[in-house]
């Protein structure tokens, strides 16, 4: 089995994540992508690829066969199919994002995922795939707007090709955001003594056209929303993405995001997040 072209859902032994497999279908929908739906079953002995469900009634291939179910009847002309492997998690979807277009996990973190979004798989899977992987919570239906973190970083910019395409999906302005930090100082000489404010300023603001280049006028049809902020990258990127259809980050960051995945901003991004995080690669 091969996963080119594909975008691999991981999914758990409990009920099927409907939001989940939603916005799932809905990317695989937009992108022309097929929709495999893949479950590792943790708590079997031994490592087994996944590989198609056979009908034969185990627990683990009824949970793919709902979750199909339930794709098929809200996207019936999407190409959906569903697998079942046995051993850890994380090396395994690893290995998938070796192929696929995107992997998907939920932020409900339960069943053959425990600890999902807080614990090691969601943070192994961001750091370490080999595509972009997302983690998917709940997003109001009306929500348009995707948020990108932008650093100048060669992964900032996969993250903003990322963004263009998630914004020409749902049809929302694109913000690109890039936050910076004011170089600290004692408090007993605050605020700021000696502190050039306009040009620290200037450079981000000159960071960020430098990292937009021609995207704008190569874009003509995605609104595009130029924001500098000061502040924490993590508290910046989070306030601006509550309420935005998704918050997309680069894997690997500079400046104002260092660290991005590796340290703690992906941490508090990916925790507190409001709603869908992607992590280019």
């Known amino acids: 089995m091969t996963y080119e072209n594909a975008v691999v859902v991981a999914i758990d032994e409990k009920d099927p994540d409907l939001e989940m497999l939603h916005w799932a279908a809905a990317q695989a929908a937009a992108g022309g992508n097929r929709l495999v739906l893949v479950h590792i079953c943790e708590w079997m002995e031994g490592q087994r690829r996944p590989r198609p469900i056979t009908g034969d009634g185990h627990p683990a291939e009824r949970v793919v066969g709902a979750a199909l179910e339930a794709v098929r009847a809200e996207f019936p002309d999407l190409a959906v199919t569903g697998e079942v492997g046995t051993g850890r998690p994380t090396p395994a979807l690893l290995e998938l994002s070796e ?104 450079l981000a603001e000159s960071t960020l056209a430098v990292a937009l280049g021609t995207v704008e006028k190569d874009n003509p049809d995605v609104k595009i929303e130029r924001r500098v902020q000061h502040g924490s990258a993590a508290r910046v990127l989070l306030d601006a993405a509550y309420g935005a259809a998704v918050l997309v980050v680069g894997a690997r960051g500079l400046g104002g995001f260092s660290g991005l995945v590796a340290g703690s901003v992906s941490q508090q991004v990916l925790r507190h997040a409001h709603g869908p995080v992607i992590v280019a690669h």
């Open 99 to 202: 192929q696929a277009d995107l992997v998907v996990v939920g932020a409900r973190g339960v069943g053959g995922f425990p600890g999902l979004l807080m614990g090691s798989v969601s943070g192994q899977l961001a750091e370490h795939g080999l595509c972009p992987v997302a983690v998917v919570r709940p997003v109001s239906g009306s929500a348009t707007d995707v948020v990108v973190g932008i650093d100048g970083s060669p992964g900032s910019a996969r993250a903003l090709a990322l963004a263009l395409e998630q914004a020409r999906r749902t049809g929302g302005t694109l913000v690109a955001l890039h936050a910076y930090r004011l170089p600290p100082v004692a408090p007993a000489y605050a605020p700021n003594p000696g502190v050039d404010l306009v040009s620290h300023r200037e």
